[in-house]
Structure formats: C-alpha cells, structure tokens
C-alpha cells in the first residue's frame, strides 16, 4: 500500500529559487510588480571558516568500511545475516510458475527479500543441501495469479559466506576507490568532507544575504501575478496527490493544519518566491549581470548533471531563471561581509560570537521589515484575502504535494 508522508511545504524564499520550487515557465513575461532595492553590498554575516578535524575522516572511512564488509566463504550451518548462494525452482501444483527460478542468486538471510518463511527455511542449511520450502504468497502479493496461493520451493544451496569486517588497506583502498594507497585515501576523504563543507557554508551566506535585502526592500506586488501563481501552485499540489489517493485536505492534515492555513501558507510562499526574484532581477540589471555558457555549465554540475541532461529536465528557460539566480546569489554573498571568527578561536567563542552576532542581525532585520511592510503595494487586509479568492478559482479539494514545494515518500512492499 502506498503510503504518503508529507516532508515540508517550500517556505524558504532562497530555496526555493535555488531550485526553482514553484517557477513559472512565462516568469520573465510576468509583470512581477516593482521593488526599492535595500543595500545589497555589504551585508554582514556570520558564518566561520569551514574545517575537518581527523575524527570526522575516521567517522567517514569507518562507514566506508561497514558498508563494504569483506565476504568469506565458511563451511558451517548458514545463520541468520549470512549470505547463501543458491539455485531454485518454485513449482505451484506440480508445474513451474513464471519468475520462480533463479541460478546462482546471492540471498542475505533476514534481508526480507523473499515472501516469508523462504530465508528462514534456509537458516542451518550447509553447502551442497537441497530443500524444498512449502510456502504461501501474501494475498496482496503483486503477482494476482500467484497471491495467497500455495507453491513449493526446491532449493541447492551453492556455497554459504559470511561478512567479516574490512580492513584499511591499500588493498581495500583500491577495491572501493581509484587511489593506490590508504594515505591518498585519507586525504581525498579529508578533501571531499572539506568541499561539502564549504558548499553548504557557501549556501549560507548566500541564503541569509538574499533573505537580508528581501526583509529590508520595499515591493509593490502584482497582485494578478500572485493570484495566477497562488492558483498554478495549489494545482499542482492537487495533481501530485491523486498520485498518492489523497487530497487538499489530507495534505493539510499531515502539516498540522486545516486547509485555510496550508492556503494561507501557500500563498506566502509565492509572495516570498516574487520577492525574492524582485532582487534577483533587480541586482542582475544593476550590475550587468547576464548568463553565460559558463555558468549554465556550474548550475548543471552543481545538480550532479550534465548540461545536455539539465536542459532535458528543466527546460532551457527555467534552466536559465536558475542559473542566473545562482549567479547574482553568488555575486551578492562574495560582496557581503564575514564577521566570523577565526577558526582557530575556541570552539564555545566562536559559536557564542557567532549566536550573538545573527541574533542582533536577525532582530534588525525584523525591526526593518515591521517597517516595510506597509510599504507594500497593498495593504495587509487585501492580501490576506487572496487564498479565499484563489482557493474560489481552484474547486478540486485534492492536497498535492507540488514537486518542488513538498517532498513525498512512497512505501512499498519488497515482496
């Protein structure tokens, strides 16, 4: 049975133009609406200097380690955990059934992989036994023909093994890797946790500068352009969660709210979305910021993608709204100001610094943006209204979880 579990809505601004949760594929033909752009240099953050101690590369290389165990034949009784190799044949009255025959399969034994009793039957077998299981298929079994009928299993076992633990060396290196030694392994695991780091230290500094010049501009939305992408939105949360045989308010629910306030909630996404591509714009024209193949090709990668395979998945336009929001992200977090501490500092005074200095930002930034907000291009009792207005045009009472906005996980049987 599938079964829906509701992750998140799409709330941050800065996320969501990452990844492009909500983009409208005309955006660049949109009246948006205007904004009076706040101080976008400049900005000062606080976010330390990136660092891997030599505990976190022995964390990383144990996991390696565990998640490649060494596999040994033994010539003992399997038990539970071990892996048997084995040939069989599933034979319901008399007669072989489609798909019950495998040669030389490898079967970890409690892994769930076969119906029950199946893995369990094998437990105490030796190399070289034959043993026909007598079994049942599940009644909700996928294959109806063989659900809740009973069929008989005969199995060879080939060869029981066992998992021992790895060990470090150049040998193990080799196998997992395409380094030679355990040293070159050490400090490429080093190299790749630092880069991590960086990369999310990086998204930081770019989502708080973003998130700073939004709260301290003043807008003056579209109101037709949020009320078309209130109701895109909604739509699309509607049509994923017919996917999943919920709805609207099943989506809701799985929030913590009831359906007013997953609208209310939705549509202060898309005016966050608006505002936040206000600046973006806004910058890029201030500072003849445009797109290169260049950065096309950094967005891509940033995705784990090629080029050619990005442009396939997004599309070529909403591609580029993306790569350019990336650019002038970019550009405004390389021009904000770090206060961090150094990261030699001790660790309590550095975090303490650091508490300190986002709280005063923060507090500013709130004083600013009480102070803004009326400044807006309507006042805070008509766009309050504009989900009623907006749920009115959407009559489908499906939740969605819009693809960009939600994540959804599906649970299936394995069997």
Known sequence: MKKLALIC??????????????????????????????????????????????AEV?????????????????????AEGDIVNIDYVGKQDGVEFAG?????????????????????????????????????FPEDYSEKALAGQAVVFEVTVNAVKE?????????????????????????????????????????????????NVVENSKFKLNKNTLSRRYNDRIKQYEEQAKMYGTNLSGMAKANGMDVPGLQEAVY????????????????????????????????????GQTLEAAVEYFGQETLDEMALNQKVMKFMADNAVNEAQDAAAPAEETTA???????????????????????????????????????????????????AETTAVETTAAQ
């Open 9 to 54: 809505l799409c709330g941050l601004v800065a996320a969501s133009i990452m990844t492009g949760c909500g983009a409208s594929q005309t955006e660049g033909k949109e009246n948006l609406g205007t904004v009076e752009l706040a101080e976008y240099k400049g900005v000062k953050v606080n976010v330390p200097a990136v660092m891997v101690t030599d």
């Open 58 to 78: 022995e964390s990383k290389i144990n996991q390696v380690l565990s998640q490649n165990p060494k596999i040994e034949e033994v010539d003992r009784p399997a």
């Open 100 to 136: 019950g025959t495998g040669e030389g399969q490898d079967l970890t034994l409690g892994s769930g992989r076969m119906i029950d009793g199946f893995e369990d039957g094998l437990i105490g077998t030796k190399k070289g036994d034959k043993k026909e299981l007598n079994l049942t």
């Open 163 to 211: 998992k021992q633990s790895a060990v470090l060396d150049d040998a193990f290196v080799q196998s997992v890797s395409d380094f030679t030694t355990v040293d070159e392994y050490r400090a490429s695991v080093k190299e790749d946790l630092l880069k991590q780091k960086q990369q999310s230290a990086d998204l930081q500094i770019q989502q708080y500068v973003l998130k």
């Open 268 to 303: 202060a996404s898309v005016k966050d979305d608006v505002k936040n591509q206000l600046v973006i714009l806004k910058v890029a024209e201030l500072e003849g910021i445009t797109l290169e193949d260049a950065d096309r090709q950094a967005f891509a990668e940033m995705n």
């Open 353 to 403: 610094a650091g508490e300190t200095a986002a709280a005063e930002e923060t507090t500013e930034a709130e004083t600013t943006a009480e102070e803004t907000e009326t400044s807006e291009e309507t006042p805070a009792a008509e766009e309050t209204t504009a989900p009623e207005e907006a749920a009115e045009e959407t009559t489908a009472p499906a939740e969605t979880a819009a693809p």
